[in-house]
């Protein structure tokens, strides 16, 4: 089960960097919804250091995902 938490947790960030990368306006929201798995895993494994990641993230994904969608305005979907 370890190791499916591992690629599932690698899998979500990368794909939230690829897509901002991208500039999709919607990859915060990935990035956001990937913090709940961090903090899912850090709770059912009692690794307590991870909480303060969970937080830290949360408030820059947060904040990129209110400005992005701002932004996006008139632009089409990607």
């Known amino acids: 089960?370890?190791?499916?938490?591992?690629?599932?947790?690698?899998?979500?960030?990368l794909t939230c960097f690829y897509l901002a990368g991208r500039k999709v306006w919607w990859a915060w929201y990935v990035g956001i919804a990937g913090q709940v798995l961090w903090l899912a895993y850090?709770?059912?494994?009692?690794?307590?250091?991870?909480?303060?990641?969970?937080v830290a993230y949360s408030v820059v994904y947060v904040r990129n995902a209110v400005a992005w969608t701002r932004e996006r305005g008139g632009e089409d979907e990607r």
């Open 42 to 54: 850090s709770l059912t494994t009692q690794q307590w250091g991870f909480l303060a990641g969970v």
């Open 1 to 13: 089960m370890s190791e499916l938490w591992s690629w599932a947790l690698t899998a979500v960030g």
